[in-house]
């Protein structure tokens, strides 16, 4: 059962046991056709639960050698094909792979109830949540939907992923770039984003700021007239480019700090406000 | 404001260094902790690490500094820098309220404003609740900001891992969600408007025991403030049985879309709470410590048991003379305040007035020192 799950699900915990050691020419083709497929959402066959683990492994490292936007756009794509494979299964697989994000995931009412400390890591909105007594509870969609973006998270997090790769998988990520549609490559256009005050904070800011930092990239997309999406590519440049620090801004914060100031385009923008925040001269 | 008056500030740091000669602070996980001080800001220095409580007393005692704070985060070494060099262990959670969620009419004080107070007073009430109840946080503390607020410490080891993300979802529930209904496919009809049951839980929930209150209750006169026009609101009143059967069940569908977003933007008014994001999730925040004194009030930032809050005054706070009027002060504007004590004082004419007071509007910059106690 575990190996058939892993196989289908490569991003769960336990796939690290099925990787093994050592990469080889054959490993690095076969990771090469597994990135490529999900860029031209052609129909991947999943194998074994080693070649999977090792493929997904392999691609992850790969694409954010390249750039921390291939490997976001690699997990988004990723995560909806394996959240399609989730609608399929019952709901004693759909458990098994939910409790690997939520370990406290348990039967309730009918559907599922987890910890708001396990939901705040993987949860969608708290505001929107049915919150009680430090439980939030949700039915069968709810859990496929916070699922679908739990894989992506997981697949796009790049902290303990290392840009510096050895020769010969550095070699096939040369490779692997030709399959990469070139529009992924994230265009700064715009009046706010063009002043040279909003490329220096682009181009990343220390701890303490990294917050503030980002709510003014945020507000200037929203300014800019930048979509959404794009708007999410300039985050993450930004993101690839602050400091760890003692702890460090996820791409997750970025992506929340868009998503909330894109629900409000109306909030202002002001060179006084970043520079009380001491993120310009 | 700081306390720019040479003697008014020797005056205001001698009455602290009583103060501090005579109360211990206590700080959990002492050793794990940035600090910083200030006399004339609030950080005037920080990377500063004690290693029990009794060192950091005995700082205190010997410096009597105007402002103190910690790092809400723990620190293998706190006093290194940068920040890098410290290593991050984890961050308490805490939340900040310093000012009401709602503007409302008031006559308010731009020196202190009791009014204000006690608004925020209520927005923390409900804040414990949020934690308490909703969020099913054990071992709140909360301590009187020491001015116009309170704070909100939360230090359990599996709280002091969640992200900036995570502390903000936290922070936007306590305000509520922008909208708790989804409308219907068809375009411009409310068809299939669904909304929270009587099985939700969380805001839903309550917001469903609010409405459901109302519908219950209301007359036809109620629903037509509420904006359901003249026969529309007759025939909702005349079906209200089945109206309440379908809410049960997450229906909402009897009403427009904007009769409901009207109740609940009520709702969300009244019960929706403000706190200061960015103290929240700064992971690297100084904040005040709680049981010290606050450089601009001359009040001590009191531990307040979460049950207790509501008989929370502020003369809890005072730790100077209230009553007697010892010293003399020169007022450097008109001044008009209820609290420490009722005053009215006139620009540039020296009174005397209470050693709580004194202090107090010395350290808010607004009077200096003419003449210390009497018997001194």
Request: net charge neutral; with cysteine.
């Amino acid at each position: 059962m575990e190996q058939k799950l892993i196989a289908k699900y490569p991003f769960l915990s336990f796939s690290k046991d099925f990787v093994g050691e050592g990469v080889s020419e054959t490993d690095l083709k076969d990771a090469i056709t597994f990135a490529s497929e999900c860029f031209q959402h052609d129909e991947h066959i999943a194998r074994d639960a080693a070649r999977e683990s090792k493929n997904l492994l392999l691609s992850r490292l790969m694409l954010y050698s390249m750039s921390a936007n291939f490997l976001r756009k690699f997990a988004f794509f990723k995560a909806r094909e394996y959240a399609r494979g989730l609608e399929k299964e019952n709901e004693k697989v759909l458990f098994e792979v939910a409790k690997d994000f939520f370990p406290s995931l348990e039967n309730a009412d009918g559907g599922f109830k987890v910890s708001l400390i396990d939901y705040l890591q993987y949860g969608r909105s708290l505001p929107q949540a049915n919150v009680s007594k430090g439980m939030v509870f949700f039915i069968g969609d709810d859990l496929r939907a916070c699922l679908r973006e739990a894989i992506q998270e997981r697949i796009s997090d790049s902290e303990k992923l290392s840009a510096k790769l050895p020769e010969n998988i550095a070699a096939a990520a040369l490779r692997l770039k030709e399959f990469i549609p070139r529009d992924f490559t994230p265009q700064f256009k715009g009046k706010l984003l063009q002043r040279s005050e909003l490329q220096n904070i682009l181009k990343g800011v220390g701890e303490g700021k990294r917050y503030y930092g980002s709510m003014a990239l945020a507000i200037a997309c929203v300014k800019d007239g930048l979509t959404r999406e794009e708007a999410g590519d300039v985050m993450n440049s930004y993101v690839t480019n602050c400091p760890k620090g003692a702890h460090p801004f996820t791409p997750r914060e970025g992506e929340a700090v868009l998503d909330w100031v894109y629900a409000h385009p109306t909030i202002g923008f002001s060179f006084n406000v970043l520079k009380s925040q001491g993120l310009v001269d | 404001m700081a306390v720019e008056h040479a003697e008014s500030l020797a005056f205001v740091q001698e009455k602290f260094s009583v103060f501090y000669a005579n109360h211990d602070l206590s700080v959990p996980d002492v050793h794990r902790r940035e600090f910083g001080f200030g006399l004339h800001k609030k950080i005037d220095f920080r990377h500063k690490a004690f290693r029990t409580n009794a060192e950091l007393n005995a700082y205190f005692r010997q410096n009597a500094p105007l402002f103190a704070s910690y790092s809400t985060a723990l620190y293998e070494f706190p006093d290194a820098r940068p920040m890098e060099k410290k290593v991050f262990m984890g961050s308490d959670l805490v939340f900040d309220i310093d000012k009401p969620t709602r503007d409302f009419a008031h006559e308010h004080n731009e020196i202190f404003c009791v009014e204000c107070f006690g608004r925020v007073k209520k927005d923390s009430m409900k804040i414990v609740d949020y934690l308490q109840d909703d969020f099913g946080f054990k071992g709140v503390a909360v301590n009187f900001s020491g001015n116009k607020g309170f704070h909100f410490h939360l230090r359990s080891q599996e709280i002091r891992g969640l992200s900036q993300d995570s502390r903000r979802q936290l922070t936007e529930y306590l305000t509520g969600p922008e909208s708790i209904f989804i409308a219907g496919e068809e375009k411009g009809r409310d068809t299939d408007l669904r909304g929270p049951s009587e099985k939700t839980r969380g805001w839903g929930k309550k917001f469903f025991d609010y409405a459901f209150a109302f519908i219950e209750l209301a007359s036809v006169g109620e629903l037509k403030e509420k904006g359901l026009r003249g026969r529309n609101a007759e025939e909702f009143f005349l079906r209200k049985k089945g109206v309440l059967e379908l809410m049960r069940e997450g229906k909402w569908r009897f009403a427009p879309k904007k009769f409901w977003d009207a109740i609940y933007a009520e709702f969300k008014n009244e019960n929706g709470v403000g706190v200061d994001a960015h103290v929240t999730l700064d992971l690297a925040r100084l904040i005040r410590i709680p049981g010290s004194l606050h450089g601009e009030t001359g009040l001590a930032a009191r531990v307040v048991e979460p049950g207790r809050l509501p008989e929370f005054a502020l003369r809890d706070a005072v730790v100077f003379s209230a009553g007697e009027k010892t010293i003399n002060v020169l007022p450097q504007i008109d001044i008009a305040l209820d609290f420490p004590e009722r005053l009215f004082l006139k620009k540039n004419e020296p009174c005397e007035v209470s050693l709580a007071s004194g202090l107090f509007l010395m350290c808010k910059g607004k009077a200096t020192l003419l003449l210390r106690e009497k018997n001194w």
